[in-house]
């Protein structure tokens, strides 16, 4: 928690803020983890950030919320893999960080 709280939350509310600063102008812990950040369930997937559809290289997102999608994939994706020291994911194999550590699979 300390980690996340001194260096991830930092890195990504800069990275957010960037990116739009009156949507992301307050980044908290809450942003990522949800509400149940409040009870101190930090779990991952949050529920309540969008259900992704990963269909057609997430068309269906590209088509309807294109630079958010490309932020989300360009930016904010691999820089959560490093500051959580592993690799972006990888279809091919499988293993690494990816959108599906914090976003739920759309059904």
Known sequence: MTYMKKVVLP?????????????????????CHGSGAKSGSFKMPNPELPKLNP???????????PEMTKFMMSKVLPQMAELLHTQPFDPKTKLGFG???????AK
């Open 11 to 31: 890195k990504m509310k800069e990275t957010f803020t960037a990116f739009d600063p009156k949507e992301f102008e307050h980044v908290t812990c809450m942003t």
């Open 55 to 65: 269909e057609g290289g997430f068309k269906k997102h590209m088509d309807e919320h």
């Open 99 to 105: 959108c599906f550590g914090c976003h739920a699979i």
